[in-house]
T-cell receptor, first 112, second 113 residues
Framework: RKEVEQDPGPFNVPEGATVAFNCTYS??????FFWYRQDCRKEPKLLMS???SGNEDGRFTAQLNRASQYISLLIRDSKLSDSATYLC?????????????FGAGTQVVVTP | DTAVSQTPKYLVTQMGNDKSIKCEQN?????MYWYKQDSKKFLKIMFS???????INETVPNRFSPKSPDKAHLNLHINSLELGDSAVYFC????????????FGPGTRLTVT
């Protein structure tokens, strides 16, 4: 089983609609969770951290479910500029300094 | 101002050659990383340096040798290149060893023919 699994998509979303997708992780010792965004042929960039209580940043909402070992990302009022690959990122445990495990990404395509 | 820069951006070379990729960050960060992103898009950590000291060395062939002349630079030298080394190599940095917010360079697309 992969350490971090994501539905590769693509999720085709009309502009203005809401899209949500999950990511599951296998290491129950993982403490920190993130969503990164990667545009085509570009570098990954941190989108947001994911906190236990869930958190929101503008149109983006992230949730963590430790019991079921998944995190989710919801994008409201999708913009064309939201088209990208969203990488789920998990640290490998409390003694794994800097060791982030990246998922292969979920592709989102926002259409006019 | 580019925070994390890499050179070259593209590298096409033949099997068996030796090549280097350079990385520099001007963020004042203590920790730097090399990642490999293969054709399946998985980003895998290869190495990490903290204040010029190697702290992460994943199971990478010893043909790959990182070098950190100072904490703002982390270079990657690859000997005897193989077809399977074709990938995008990303350099990244973070404030310190315990920070998980990493800033990535633009990547070096390596093609081995």
């Amino acid at each position: 089983r992969k350490e971090v699994e994501q539905d590769p998509g693509p999720f085709n979303v009309p502009e203005g609609a809401t899209v949500a997708f999950n990511c599951t992780y296998s290491n129950s010792a993982s403490q920190s969770f993130f969503w990164y965004r990667q545009d085509c042929r570009k570098e990954p960039k941190l989108l947001m951290s994911v906190y236990s209580s869930g958190n929101e940043d503008g149109r983006f909402t992230a949730q963590l479910n430790r019991a079921s070992q998944y995190i989710s990302l919801l994008i409201r009022d999708s913009k064309l500029s939201d088209s990208a690959t969203y990488l789920c990122v998990v640290n490998r445990g409390t003694d794994s300094w800097g060791k982030l495990q990246f998922g292969a990404g979920t592709q989102v395509v926002v259409t006019p | 101002d580019t925070a994390v820069s890499q050179t070259p951006k593209y590298l096409v070379t033949q099997m068996g050659n030796d090549k280097s990729i350079k990385c520099e960050q001007n963020l004042g960060h203590d920790t730097m990383y090399w990642y490999k992103q293969d054709s399946k898009k998985f980003l895998k950590i290869m190495f990490s340096y903290n204040n010029k000291e190697l702290i992460i060395n994943e199971t990478v062939p010893n043909r790959f040798s990182p070098k950190s002349p100072d904490k703002a630079h982390l270079n990657l030298h690859i000997n005897s290149l193989e077809l399977g080394d074709s990938a995008v190599y990303f350099c990244a940095s973070s404030q310190d060893i315990s920070s998980y917010e990493q800033y990535f360079g633009p990547g070096t697309r390596l093609t081995v023919t």
